[in-house]
């Protein structure tokens, strides 16, 4: 089961300061982490006024997801990033520790960044010393790479889809007007959180039976300011018109209202349990 989030671009707008709204983009990673997300959509609310808050989304969460050897090198000094001291570590399966070369396998699957030196192709991939790269790549470019030789010395190449068995972090992709997108350009199970929706518990077993005959899911949340009955009214759509369920997760809720992360964990976990459940 793939699974995907759909959040607005207006996430950050009740955060004042830099270090909130890095503590806020460390609890949203951690909970796609938790539950294997594989891709983080971010869409435009209000027009695109908040360009510069999608930007620091962007950067953030591509900072946190990327194996802690490869930052430096994937990402330059930026007052946007003074603060991720505060992140929480990932630690994914593909948060690879550090090891020496002896103890490299054949298959053994890492991240790595591609650079070029004395006319060969190299990859970083967080041990001793870098590996020899066979294939194209671009310098630069971060790949997720399989150790294929070790002997006269290592190689690796770029890994096959079918080569990654374990989770292996999500990727971060902008689209426009969520009504749009929704309605031509995702295919799959559409979940639209909303405090206004079916409570959950009153179509658990039709939820669950179309979580678990779905392989791709989608949870699509709104902004600290505005449900999706607001941000779809701006393209004349309600979410009916382009969901499959629109689902109030927390019936009874005890506060005024949930954040946006805090929504997300308990979505993802309520799901992730429906797919368990047989």
């Known amino acids: 089961m793939s699974i995907s989030i759909f959040l607005p671009d207006s996430l950050l707008c009740e955060d004042k300061s830099l270090r909130d709204k890095t503590v806020k983009l460390g609890f949203i990673a951690r909970a796609c982490a938790i539950f294997k997300v594989e891709k983080i959509y971010i869409y435009t609310d209000e027009g695109g006024i908040h360009e510069d808050d999608f930007r620091l989304i962007k950067l953030i969460l591509e900072y946190i997801e990327t194996p802690q050897y490869l930052r430096k090198r994937l990402f330059p000094l930026s ?60 310098e630069g470019e971060r790949v997720t790479c399989v150790i294929e030789k070790l002997e006269p010395y290592p190689i690796c190449r770029r890994a096959k889809g079918d080569e990654v068995k374990e989770y292996w972090g999500y990727k971060v992709l902008r689209i426009g007007p969520i009504g749009k997108f929704l309605k031509s350009g995702f295919s799959g199970l559409k979940i639209i959180t909303s405090r206004l929706g079916s409570p959950i518990n009153a179509c658990f077993k039709e939820v669950k039976s179309a979580i678990k005959s779905s392989s791709n899911i989608a949870l699509i949340f709104g902004s600290p300011k505005r449900g999706l009955y607001d941000i779809l009214k701006d393209e004349h759509l309600k979410p009916e018109d382009v969901s499959d369920f629109v689902l109030n997760f927390v019936p009874n809720q005890g506060t005024a209202s949930i954040r946006t992360e805090e929504a997300i964990f308990i979505s993802l976990s309520t799901i992730n349990i429906m797919n368990l459940i047989p």
């Open 79 to 138: 007052e946007k990033l003074k603060e991720v001291g505060v992140l929480p570590p990932l630690r994914t399966p593909h948060h690879k520790v550090w090891i020496p070369l002896s103890e490299l396998k054949i298959g053994d699957v890492r991240e790595g960044m591609i650079f070029r030196s004395g006319g060969s192709l190299w990859a970083d991939l967080g041990l001793d010393k870098p590996i020899k790269f066979n294939g194209s790549a671009y």
